[in-house]
């Protein structure tokens, strides 16, 4: 019995997703090598620098944002699965020199060139699960990045607290967590040897001339390869009626995206979504955890048993993303993450300056953090674009995560030798001011994130819509959309419904039912059963 699409299409996306697993680890394992004595004496003199201390972490993400000068270029000309490809294979060269690393400089090339690979990846593979879903799992889909680089932070959390306990001052505590990257690599093998099995981006095929191809996987992700299938039918003819929009403006350029008003206001709205990341302060837990929780009183060790339950907090969290997603929409979790990480913060503050060494919050913000706000921030500029302009405008998104990442990264150390705990109050501060606003028609006095307010005034709800409606969709929303039906999720399945019945309009908004969200069952009912 063959496996239904959607299945067969969700697990295209988590193989896709794979190298998010190194992602992780990495970003996870940095956290409990940097304080072993042994790496700071491999790492000789130049250690006692704070600035290049802070280096050593963050060239990681700097790689990550050089990789984005490429990967529009090559994601255009050679497709989505072969750029993944591409980045599979320099992280493995960065992560063998970071596994045998001797010395400062060696540890500075590996962390760049593991960084730049990623950087791909971590940008591919959002775009190419968008592009090859169903609308009303496309959340799902895109979503599993983060799962995926929670797998990764949980396994590096929990063999850096063991060999903390048990090596501690050994060379062993932090020469086996950068020898089981060996092993993480893994994952990039598989991932570089058999992403040319799974299907090509239907839209890139389509973009590229290739029609008959793009039907053709069309019907082997959506219909067991039946390119008879009402659905793979309207696909195709949404899927050209795009593209003969596009013949009619030209080529995409970079100029575009800053010079049409509706390209504008999306790379604007994924841009600030992915810098307004760091400001949650999730990178300075990530990476300095065991500094920053040090000058509160913790032992190295209690620190790293901190990280590694919040690892298993963090997966459940992202699990509960990648579940729900595409029933609650974008938009709200977005806003309730932002305003309970920024309150996570100002409690989490107090409490460290009152009873330093006995409290730890970081639990609850990382568990809104992973539910809420990390995958949505790589998932919403994923879907927000067309086809001609997605992979340009999606490497100028990310880059705004990675430089803002490179920031924090890199002055964090510095900050807490200099003014120790009290950097935490950073994020608080940039957290958090005072709004009177309403919400479900109640006028509240609210500490609001100011991300989750800019959130709740500027950014339309995408759930369930076709990526081809999304011109049509920022085009006719208005810039302030409180009060709209623009922040409903309404019917997520009304855009499979039309595409299989055929009621649609190429290029125009799904209904998606009345304003609340209500969904006429009996119109839709022998559809609906088909879709799901």
């Known amino acids: 019995m063959p496996l239904s699409p959607k299945i067969y299409t969700w697990l295209c996306g988590l193989f896709a997703s794979l190298g998010s697993i190194i992602f992780g680890y990495d970003l996870g394992v940095i956290a409990g090598v940097t304080p072993a004595p042994d790496f700071q004496r491999i790492m000789g003199s130049r250690w006692e ?101 929670g797998i990764g932070a949980f396994v590096a959390s929990w063999v850096t607290y063991g060999c903390s306990a048990r090596l501690k001052g050994l060379p062993a505590e932090w020469r086996i967590p950068l020898g089981v990257q060996a ?30 191809e793009a039907q ?74 065991t500094t920053i929780f040090k000058t509160m009183g913790f032992s190295s060790t209690r620190i ?15 699990a509960a993303c990648v579940i729900w997603i595409d029933a609650t929409g974008r938009r709200k979790p977005m806003i309730v993450g932002n305003i309970a990480s920024g309150l996570s913060f100002v409690v989490g503050s107090i409490l460290m300056a009152r009873w330093p060494g006995t409290v730890n919050n970081t639990w609850v913000f990382n568990f809104f953090f992973s539910a809420c706000i990390g995958p949505l921030s790589w998932a919403y500029p994923a879907e927000i674009y067309s086809t001609r302009t997605r992979a340009k405008a999606t490497a100028i998104t990310s880059s705004g995560s990675w430089i803002s990442n490179f920031f924090i990264a890199q002055v964090t150390s510095p900050a807490f030798n200099t003014i120790g705990w009290k950097y935490y109050l950073v994020f608080a501060i940039c957290g958090h001011t005072k709004y009177v606003i309403d919400l479900g028609g109640f ?90």
């Open 304 to 318: 790293l048993l901190f990280q590694s339950i919040n690892s298993v907090i963090a997966l459940l969290g992202e």
């Open 216 to 289: 053709a996987t069309l019907a082997r992700l959506h219909a067991n390869n039946d390119l008879t299938d009402p659905f793979v039918l309207a696909q195709m003819k949404d899927i050209d009626a795009d593209i003969a929009r596009s013949k009619d403006i030209g080529a995409a350029t970079w100029g575009e995206l800053f010079t049409e008003r509706s390209n504008f206001r999306r790379v604007a709205l994924g841009y600030i979504l992915q810098f307004s990341v760091q400001m949650t302060g999730v990178s300075a837990i990530q990476y300095y955890s």
């Open 443 to 532: 006028v509240q006095l609210m500490a609001i994130h100011p991300s989750a307010l800019f959130i709740w005034a500027f950014y339309p709800e995408t759930t369930g819509r076709r990526l081809e409606e999304m011109d049509a969709l920022f085009q006719n929303a208005p810039l302030f959309i409180p009060g709209t039906p623009y922040t409903k999720v309404g019917d997520r399945l009304a855009a499979e419904r039309e595409l299989r019945q055929g009621t649609f309009r190429p290029g125009d908004l799904t209904e998606h039912g009345n304003v609340e969200g209500d969904v006429d069952v009996e119109a839709g009912k022998e559809s609906t059963e088909k879709i799901e």
């Open 49 to 149: 620098n704070t600035n290049l201390q802070g280096l050593v972490v963050s060239i990681f993400v700097l790689g990550c944002f050089f990789g984005m000068i490429p990967v529009a270029y090559v994601a255009d000309r050679f497709g989505r699965r072969h750029t993944i490809q591409l980045g599979a294979l320099v992280y493995m060269l960065g992560g063998a020199l970071q596994t045998g690393a001797h010395n400062m400089d060696m540890m500075l090339a590996g962390r760049f060139f593991a960084g730049f690979g990623v950087g791909i990846m971590s940008d591919l593979a959002p775009l190419y699960q968008a592009e090859i879903a169903h609308p009303s799992i496309r959340g799902r889909l895109t979503t599993l990045q983060q799962f995926m680089l």
């Open 183 to 212: 092993c993480i690599i893994i994952p990039a093998i598989p991932l570089f040897s058999f992403i040319l099995l799974l299907p090509e981006s239907p839209r890139w095929l389509a973009e590229n001339g290739r029609s008959a």
